[in-house]
């Protein structure tokens, strides 16, 4: 291990900013971008569909390439970064995760629902059997108490994960509640502890410095912002906030600068910003990949978008459950008609 850096930052724009692209990635793009990180010194690059393994179906959203061809471009052009691939058991497969390991991945992030980290138990003993760094990944953490989320992940360090991650999915945790999670996972484990954030609530950067002040060593960051909902935590933001810090990241500030405005602004339909729709899902703790489904179905049904994700945030709808949303707002569609609005 890399004894120069404090805090590892794991770039998931290709993997996370695949939902806010629509899944359009093509080969040039991720290998430019792969190149150009690994060139900045960047440890870890995550190349997935935005729902990790097996993502691209119909109801996740079809990808324009096949995600193992992103996968084996991305590890043919890096020198020192590690690939790495996201699997949610229940979309992605172990003969995928298999494949992914054969074209060079060298990490697997095995992701769940928070309270439901005994379903990892396989894919994580095979990561460890292939020979992969692997990650648990506890999404919408925001949905369970600190105690529950240490319970949930002590199981996933029992099945041989070498770190566990609090995933705010929904950028709707505040700053105290991030250290709470942390700190508890800190006191608890005896293996790294990660952090994944999103931006919904403009609190991104905010929570990640509060991760790290309780102790969490691995970081997620979106280069350009280009993650769901608002984007994630960014990159190079982030590198510049840490070296003013005085904690070390390894990667060079100003290529991640030129990262962010040669290579990844250009492909951008339009900036990554807090929308109205954006600002919703950390309101109210919806899941930030739901926010394209939400808005194809407000058009399909002509209801605000927001009414929808709010709906869709009270029925406590997690990751996997996009096709729920094309119910709530059929379903608020009826309730409309039949009041006369």
Do not use: W
């Not at 043919?76 to 298999?98: D, F, N, R, Y």
């Not at 939400?294 to 605000?304: G, L, S, W």
Request: charged residues 25%; hydrophobic residues 45%; proline residues 2%.
């Amino acid at each position: 291990m890399d004894q120069t850096r404090d805090v590892y930052i794991t770039e998931v724009a290709l993997r996370d900013g695949s939902h806010a692209i629509s899944h359009q990635f093509t080969v040039d793009q991720v290998v430019s971008i792969a190149k150009g990180l690994d060139e900045a010194n960047v440890p870890y690059i995550e190349v997935s569909h935005g729902d990790g393994l097996g993502g691209s179906s119909l109801q996740y959203g079809l990808s324009l390439t096949n995600e193992l061809e992103l996968i084996e471009a991305a590890a043919s052009v890096v020198k020192q970064a590690k690939i790495a691939v996201l699997l949610l058991p229940g979309i992605g497969t172990m003969p995928e995760l298999k494949e992914a390991a054969r074209l060079g991945a060298k990490m697997a992030r095995i992701a769940t629902h928070v309270t439901e980290a005994d379903v990892s138990r396989q894919h994580i003993a095979l990561a460890k059997e292939l020979g992969l760094e692997t990650v648990g990944f506890l999404m919408m953490s925001h949905m369970a108490p600190p105690e529950k989320l240490v319970e949930q992940a002590k199981l996933m360090e029992s099945y041989g994960a070498d770190t566990v991650y609090v995933v705010d999915s929904a950028g709707a945790l505040l700053p105290h509640e991030v250290k709470e999670r942390i700190r508890a996972l800190r006191d608890n484990l005896g293996i790294h502890v990660g952090f994944h954030a999103h931006n919904n609530l403009s609190l991104a950067m905010a929570n990640t410095l509060a991760a790290i002040e309780e102790g969490a060593t691995r970081i997620d960051g979106s280069v350009r912002c280009l993650g769901a909902g608002a984007g994630n935590t960014q990159t190079e933001v982030a590198v510049a906030v840490l070296d003013k810090l005085n904690i070390r990241t390894g990667i060079d500030v100003f290529k991640m600068m030129d990262v962010a405005e040669e290579l990844v602004a250009p492909i951008l339909e339009k900036p990554q910003e807090i929308t109205r729709d954006g600002l919703v899902l950390g309101y109210a703790g919806v899941y930030s990949s739901f926010i394209l489904h939400a808005q194809r179905a407000a058009r399909m049904f002509d209801i605000d978008s927001r009414t929808i994700l709010i709906e869709v945030g009270k029925r406590n709808a997690v990751g996997g459950q996009e096709d729920m949303i094309m119910d709530v707002a059929a379903e608020l569609s009826r309730k409309k008609a039949g009041s006369g609005v």
